[in-house]
């Protein structure tokens, strides 16, 4: 049994990380292949959040009715933010590690996982990459798509397209981190979709995809500001389309490090104590 | 009707059996549920009204739509189910049953979230009805019964029809899932939000409109405002159940075509 915890901690050193890339290159093929096997089950997927956004435009054009701004956004400012906030949202999350994490502990693979080479968590990064570079091109196929059902602009200016971009990296990174959080939830309930579901739901919520959430009322933006999910959707879109410029932005992005630290931090130990879970369950 | 509420019972008992799961599912279809009017509820703090309905009549309607959701799922939740049942092939035993194929079908495996979709419509349609202004009287509460019934077959109709082609295709949970959340996003607003053309599509071509926005503007005293004319608009419940026998019969020939992925 001590073999099977031998491989020390989920974060690889440099050394190992670069003696493993084709390993992790040949996962994330894989998802891509697999990903392009079952488009048909996500142009469902992508139709819904089409339909979503289709629904959102609608809804808050007919809120707006006449007001020129609110809260510092022009209706086709918010109608951008929206649009660009649930397509990013599509993108950033995958229901589908999770549950694949949950499969493999629960049908005790995990234990094949952990003897190869390669760690465990960095794995499960490359199957988040590959899954997530094909949403991402599905997304991109499917822009047309959005443009009718939503509103697309162009970002408020240059520089706002440029903190646009690491701003969407950090969020792509906390979202990353908080799946695998919740995929590893998997060691210790044995049962995972309920989860995997709420999950999605708060973060969805949270995030400000369907509001922003400086619109939302008091005690409610409080905690919305306090939980990670809004440095993944909120923060980048609101940089997009000039809600947050200048120090604000780069104070967003500051944030969204912090978040990146300690959501790592409580991956590492819940990682740490997830390791002896499996050797309790192997012996 | 007696051997299928005794399987119903057992399979309900069954998933009771697994208590932490069910005590999950159950806080997930609640939170499900209520995550489309936390929005609704957030906006409204921000602006009065979406196309003239305030907070208590969208809360109405989007009650009224949880209640006939709830009609059509307590039944036939496992109906969402079905590919995965054939996929096992665990169909073949339905088939030699002297029992209609359907109701083996529906008392199959309680899914246990369906308890939360209850409490929610359940708790979410006694707040609406206390603060929305709708006038109980008699005939409007025979029309809320018999169109909270008829709701739920006008999406359960559709649902059916798509799971019966899992016969041939052997996999349809996406479109399944689609359509749900269609019925679901689209259900919960006044149509004319979506303008002319979207609603009559999701009046004639899917029957969105007759699960609660129409019955809802007929119980809130604004049916003058509606898309269709009084005589339809009271008519609702009436076109669920005909959506329904068209969707029983597309199962019935749907099975015909039926072919064991076997063992």
């Known amino acids: 049994m001590t073999t099977l915890t031998a491989p020390p901690a989920g974060v690889p050193t440099e050394h190992t990380l670069g003696r493993n890339l084709p390993a992790y290159r040949q996962i994330m093929r894989s998802r891509l292949k697999t ?3 079952y488009r048909q089950n996500v142009f469902f997927l992508l139709a819904i959040v089409v339909v979503q956004i289709f629904i959102l435009r609608k809804v808050w054009s007919a809120l707006y009715q006449g007001q020129h701004t609110v809260d510092g956004l022009t209706l086709h400012a918010m109608l951008v933010y929206l649009t660009i906030a649930n397509l990013q949202n599509w993108v950033f999350q995958d229901p589908t590690i999770s549950m694949y994490m949950y499969d493999r502990i629960r049908e005790g693979q995990v234990a094949f996982d952990l003897v190869r080479p390669a760690g465990f968590v960095p794995q499960m990064f490359a199957h988040l990459a590959g899954s997530s570079f094909a949403t991402m091109l599905f997304a991109l196929c499917a822009l047309p798509l959005v443009a009718l059902a939503g509103t697309l602009g162009a970002p408020a200016s240059g520089s706002a397209f440029l903190l646009y971009l690491l701003s ?8 990353a981190l908080l ?6 939830v998997a060691f210790w309930t044995m049962e995972i979709s309920g989860l995997t579901m709420l999950y999605y739901l708060v973060n969805q919520f949270f995030a400000g995809a369907l509001v922003p959430i400086t619109l939302f009322p008091g005690a409610l933006r409080v905690l919305a500001n306090l939980l990670p999910f809004q440095a993944t959707t909120y923060a980048p879109v609101s940089i997009y389309v000039g809600r947050l410029t200048g120090a604000d932005a780069w104070r967003a992005i500051g944030v969204q490090v912090v978040w990146v630290v300690l959501l790592t931090l409580c991956a590492t130990a819940m990682w740490r104590r997830a390791l002896h879970r499996v050797v309790v369950q192997g012996g | 009707m007696r ?4 399987l119903e019972k057992a399979s309900f008992r069954g998933q ?3 208590r932490l799961n069910f005590v999950v599912l159950t806080v997930m279809g609640i939170a499900y549920q209520s995550s489309g009017i936390a929005f609704i509820w957030v906006v409204l703090h921000k602006f009065h009204s979406i196309a003239g309905w305030t907070f208590p009549d969208l809360a109405f309607l989007y009650a009224l739509r949880l209640l006939a959701h709830a009609a059509w799922l307590v039944p036939f939740n496992q109906v969402d189910m079905l590919g995965y049942t054939i996929r096992e092939g665990k169909f073949d ?12 079908v529906m008392t199959n495996r309680f899914q246990m979230n369906v308890v939360g979709d209850v409490v929610t419509a359940a708790t979410l349609f006694g707040i609406a009805a206390s603060i929305a202004d709708v006038d109980f009287s008699p005939v409007h509460l025979l029309y809320l019964v018999l169109t909270v019934i008829g709701g739920g077959l006008a999406e359960g109709a559709v649902i059916l029809a798509i799971a019966s082609l899992n016969f041939r295709f052997l996999q349809t ?6 359509v749900d959340n269609i019925y679901l996003m689209f259900g919960s607003y006044p149509l004319k939000v979506f303008g002319a053309t979207t609603s009559w599509i999701l009046t004639w071509v899917l029957p969105v409109a007759f699960v609660a926005y129409i019955p809802s503007s007929v119980l809130l005293g604004r049916a003058g405002g509606l898309h269709v004319s009084p005589v339809i608009a009271w008519g609702a419940p009436a076109v669920g159940a005909v959506w329904f026998y068209c969707a029983y019969r597309i ?13």
């Open chain 2, 251 to 263: 199962w019935r020939w749907q099975l015909r075509s039926y072919q064991s992925s076997g063992h």
């Open chain 1, 179 to 184: 799946t695998l959080i919740v995929g590893m």
């Open chain 1, 35 to 37: 990903a392009a096997t």
């Open chain 2, 3 to 6: 051997v299928a509420w005794e």
């Open chain 2, 93 to 104: 035993r339905f088939l030699v049953r002297p029992l209609n194929p359907l109701v083996q």
């Open chain 2, 16 to 18: 009771l059996e697994y």
């Open chain 2, 173 to 178: 949970w996406a479109a399944q899932y689609l």
């Open chain 1, 168 to 175: 969407f990296v950090g969020g792509y990174v906390i979202t």
